[in-house]
């Protein structure tokens, strides 16, 4: 089994991130309003300026009923999760 890294984990979570937005079909701003963010927050991440908070990873799992555990350790885009 792989070790992951914080930074391994960073990037699962914001490319997460991005697609789970794109497949909610959500603007920025009404995404940041359904995970209770601030739409920069949101931009910045996107950007790869910042990382997610694991409480807005939190919030993200309850919004698309994924798990912490798919969120951190596998990328949504790569078919592993339907939501």
Do not use: C, W
Not at 6 to 14: G, P, R, S, Y
Not at 27 to 44: C, D, E, S, V, Y
């Amino acid at each position: 089994m792989q070790t992951l890294t914080k930074e391994d984990l960073d990037i699962n979570a914001t490319a997460n991130i991005k697609f789970a937005r794109a497949q909610l079909k959500l603007t920025q701003i009404k995404f940041a309003k359904a995970l209770q963010a601030n739409p920069k927050t949101i931009g910045a991440i996107e950007e790869g300026r910042t990382t997610p908070s694991p409480h807005l990873i939190y919030r993200l799992s309850l919004l698309i009923k994924v798990s912490l555990q798919t969120l951190y350790f596998t990328k949504l885009s790569d078919g592993n999760a339907k939501f």
